[in-house]
């Protein structure tokens, strides 16, 4: 039997988080962690956060302080990253706050999303093809869970399993500022904010068939 982590966020929190307004009209989100993932989590946020700062600061990435011969600043000086976007100070950056963020802002392009469900996420798996811990790295980017509408009895109203790979979708535009959640193509298989990004377009519109999400977009730096 598979056992759950629950992590509940309510949207005030994550307004809060992202520096945006909380907006009241679009449901409430929780996430939860199969036990695989819900014991590795402190490692995942210590790798993201890592890469993350390193990222903010040299438009490239990577693990470790290091001299960066090109540091690509004023290549990418007008590019709205999707994690600055979304957590816009280093200091509030985690795995979960990043997957809650994503959601909100998501469900707030959902125009028929009724703001008296909730939105239950459960992440059974990922991995990354060349993530930095072993266990998630593997020949392809992949995450697997289920996506559920939960109403204010705890009624399941609508339900749907995800399992899907990284379909990248990418922008020759060095200075991109559209609405899809941009990342540099370095980004994609090493980092799990694309693929939960790709994961929560498809367990959205998956739930809301006319809905148009915003998924990945990679930003080339050739």
Not at 95 to 117: G, I, R, T, Y
Request: net charge negative; charged share 25%; proline share 5%.
């Amino acid at each position: 039997m598979k056992i759950w982590k629950t992590l509940t966020i309510a949207c005030a929190l994550v307004g809060a988080t992202t520096g945006m307004p909380a907006n009241a009209d679009v449901p409430d989100v929780e996430i939860k962690f199969s036990d695989r993932i819900q014991e590795n989590l402190k490692s995942i946020d210590r790798i993201e956060l890592r890469r993350e700062k390193f990222f903010r600061k040299y438009r490239i990435e990577g693990a470790n302080r290091r001299d960066v011969g090109n540091l690509n600043r004023s290549r990418f000086n007008n590019t709205e990253f999707a994690t600055e976007r979304l957590i816009p100070e280093i200091d509030d950056f985690s795995v979960s706050a990043l997957m809650n963020a994503v959601l909100e802002h998501s469900l707030e392009k959902v125009a028929d999303a009724n703001p008296d469900h909730t939105l239950v996420v459960e992440i059974e798996n990922f991995w990354v093809q060349n993530y930095s811990l072993n266990r998630f790295s593997t020949f392809s980017t992949r995450m697997k869970g289920k996506f559920s509408l939960v109403d204010a009895s705890g009624a399941t109203v609508a339900s749907e399993e995800i399992d899907t790979v990284l379909v990248p979708q990418f922008t020759g535009q060095w200075n991109y500022d559209g609405p899809e959640y941009a990342f540099l193509d370095q980004s994609r298989d090493v980092r799990i904010a694309p693929i939960f990004s790709y994961f929560a377009k498809r367990g959205i519109e998956s739930l809301y068939p006319d809905a148009d999400v915003p998924g990945p977009i990679f930003v080339k730096r050739q």
